[in-house]
């Protein structure tokens, strides 16, 4: 019982160690306005390799949507990577998003080919 907890334990320290280190990489993809709104809203808008524009929300799927030239939401994808890490700890939400927001950023067109 006493290792299962320190099993435990360790692998909230490791995920932990994990988040921050992702929340770092996500600060350093976007611009000040968008580190900004990422703290005050849980979110950032982002302009695709095409040219369109998208909000990615703080989660791992479901929350990556297409904007039309107002801001109105258009449709809402579903993107997550398709990783664990050994220990079966899931992964944090910014290891999403940054995924998310290199492919919109890097290939728009099979981005919105492979979301649903």
């Known amino acids: 019982m006493q290792r299962d907890r320190a099993s435990i334990e360790e692998r909230a320290e490791k995920r ?5 280190k ?6 350093d993809l976007l611009d000040d306005e968008n580190r900004q709104r990422l703290k005050q809203h849980n979110r950032v808008e982002i302009t695709g390799s095409n ?9 791992y799927s479901g929350n990556v949507y297409r904007l039309d030239a107002r801001g109105g939401i258009l449709q809402s994808y579903c993107a997550h990577p ?12 910014e290891v999403a998003m940054i995924s998310q927001i290199l492919a919109i950023r890097a290939d728009e067109t099979g ?4 979301a649903n």
């Open 16 to 20: 932990k160690m994990l988040a921050e």
């Open 22 to 27: 992702a929340r770092r990489i996500l600060l």
């Open 51 to 59: 040219g369109g524009r998208f909000l990615v929300a703080v989660g």
């Open 82 to 93: 398709y990783m664990m890490l050994r220990d079966a700890t899931e992964l944090p939400y």
């Open 111 to 114: 981005f919105l080919r492979v």
